[in-house]
């Protein structure tokens, strides 16, 4: 799988939205773009993913950039509660596992 | 069952001991997959199962370690002559279709320590 670079950490102010960026530039046509966050003592969950168009879900949108070398998480109104390690992650075509990097720790301040 | 169900959810074993950590997936989801997760790192691939073959197995570390899924249901990750370094949470996620536009669900992982 392609590699994914994410800032180490980032800040929120509750209620907030919030904008994870990540670059992937030498993704491939055939690359989906997925995002799981990682809550302290709990195994990862599945927050979006998409192709090509932009997505938007209960959870989170995300924006793709044309190019499709970069994307961004967004948190509409950050709580308490997303305070969290956010994972981008590619995954290739065919039958291939998740391949997880650091991700970002994300802390929301009341 | 809701969800991906791991156990034991800790499990501390002594230096040189076979532990055996067990993870029920979703009910119909073809694909199984173990990662390993040691303090500040993300999760780390070990193997993955399509029905009862294992498809990727690249991610063993070493010998010790094996897993095996005869019904193409529930996976026992086996770790035979454990050592310290093993210590880690071992997380087991499903997914309905091995393929890239799925969405995988993760248990709450098994801590294992090795004193």
């Known amino acids: 799988d392609a590699k994914t670079t994410q800032p180490n950490s980032m800040e929120s102010n509750e209620e907030e939205p919030v904008h994870l960026p990540c670059n992937h530039s030498t993704i491939s046509g055939t690359d989906y773009i997925h995002w799981y966050r990682q809550l302290p003592s709990q195994g990862p969950e599945y927050v979006i993913h998409g192709l090509t168009s932009n997505v938007n879900n209960r959870m989170a949108s995300l924006a793709i950039a044309e190019d499709r070398k970069s994307s961004t998480l967004i948190l509409h109104r950050a709580t308490l509660r997303d305070a969290a390690v956010y994972y981008c992650?590619?995954?290739?075509?065919?039958?291939?596992?998740?391949?997880f990097g650091k991700g970002t720790r994300l802390s929301v301040i009341a | 069952g809701a969800g991906v169900s791991q156990t034991p959810s800790n499990k501390v074993t002594e230096k040189g001991k076979y532990v055996e950590l067990r993870c029920d997936p979703i009910s119909g989801h073809t694909a199984l997959y173990w990662y390993r997760q040691s303090l500040g790192q993300g999760p780390e691939f070990l193997i993955y199962f399509q029905g009862t073959g294992a498809a990727d197995d690249s991610g063993l570390p070493n010998d010790r370690f094996f897993a095996v899924r005869p019904e193409g249901s529930v996976s026992t990750l086996k770790i035979q002559r454990t050592e310290r370094g093993d210590s880690a949470v071992y997380l087991c996620?499903?997914?309905?279709?091995?393929?890239?536009?799925?969405?995988?669900?993760f248990g709450q992982g098994t801590r294992l320590t090795v004193v």
């Open positions: 996620a499903s997914t309905l279709q091995g393929i890239a536009n799925t969405e995988a669900f």
């Open positions: 992650i590619l995954r290739g075509a065919g039958n291939t596992p998740l391949v």
